[in-house]
């Protein structure tokens, strides 16, 4: 049986996005496709199908995009990596098909796309999995009055597949908390994934001052993929507000795609750091 998640989650690369909602998007270029991120737990021999939504937010604008396939992975800061379909170790693109293979959209409409994925019944390596279906087309840049300048851009849009065999682990650790000493309010977070499956983090760091209350929160939301590395920039809120003096910034991180544990989330366990506001 296949467990499914989807996730809105936007990440982006030069002019590659994974949107998370059509409205952001609208402010670039007006197409998103939802939904951005998906995770499957599967077995071999499974097969699921998925729907996603390609959607148009112009208002007078008619566009055509292509659909495709490709590898993806994350580099040690975040940024979304796109490789040809079949070019990695952990690839499932050979797994998939997909219809329609383009989409023409009215201003204001949207339409499904659907992807059915099969897997082999002899696969290789447990654990994670991974394919995007991209969206593509062709538009022109605007100058700075608006109009057509005459340069064509080239944008694609990603879902994001995880296809997690199980039995599999994710297993993060953050190995290191920093302060950055030229940019008061930024700590910087080295994490590592010793599993064979994606980690997905989520809390909140808590600057507190010398009598322990609160006085910002930050929110905490990073992927650290299958035996990955993550260098994780943290900017503190409203840092630049506060008055000078002593704090201590605490961390509650935790992992919320743990397969080993039932996909319980699990905490992961960071030593707080003291903090001198000047």
């Known amino acids: 049986m296949f467990q499914i998640r989807t996730i809105s989650a936007c990440l982006c690369g030069a002019a590659v996005l994974a949107a998370a909602a059509y409205a952001p998007v609208a402010n670039s270029f007006g197409i998103g496709v939802q939904p951005s991120t998906v995770e499957m737990t599967i077995k071999p021999g499974d097969r699921q199908r998925q729907i996603v939504t390609v959607g148009n937010v112009h208002k007078t604008k008619t566009i055509s995009l292509t659909m495709g396939l490709a590898d993806w992975s994350l580099d040690e800061n975040g940024k979304l990596i796109l490789d040809a379909p079949g070019d990695t170790e952990r690839s499932a693109a050979e797994w998939v098909r997909f219809s329609p293979a383009s989409v023409t959209l009215k201003p204001e409409t949207s ?5 059915e994925i099969s897997a082999p019944y002899k696969i290789k390596n447990k654990g994670d999995h991974r394919f995007a279906l991209l969206a593509t087309t062709m538009l022109p840049e605007l100058d700075a009055r608006g109009e057509v300048s005459g340069v064509w851009n080239r944008y694609q849009l990603a879902s994001l597949f995880y296809l997690t065999l199980t039995p599999s682990k994710s297993l993060p650790e953050v190995t290191s908390v920093v302060l950055n000493p030229k940019k008061p309010g930024l700590v910087t977070m080295q994490i590592k994934n010793s599993g064979d499956a994606h980690a997905r983090l989520q809390g909140t760091a808590y600057l507190k001052d010398a009598e322990g209350d609160v006085v910002t929160e930050t929110p905490l939301n990073a992927v650290v993929l299958d035996g990955g590395k993550r260098t994780y920039d943290i900017a503190l809120q409203d840092a630049a507000e506060l008055d000078a003096g002593k704090y201590t910034i605490h961390f509650d991180l935790n992992n919320t795609f743990v397969p080993q544990n039932k996909f319980r ?14």
């Open 111 to 115: 339409q499904d796309v659907t992807v």
């Open 265 to 278: 989330a699990a905490d992961i366990p960071v030593d707080p750091l003291d903090y001198v506001a000047n």
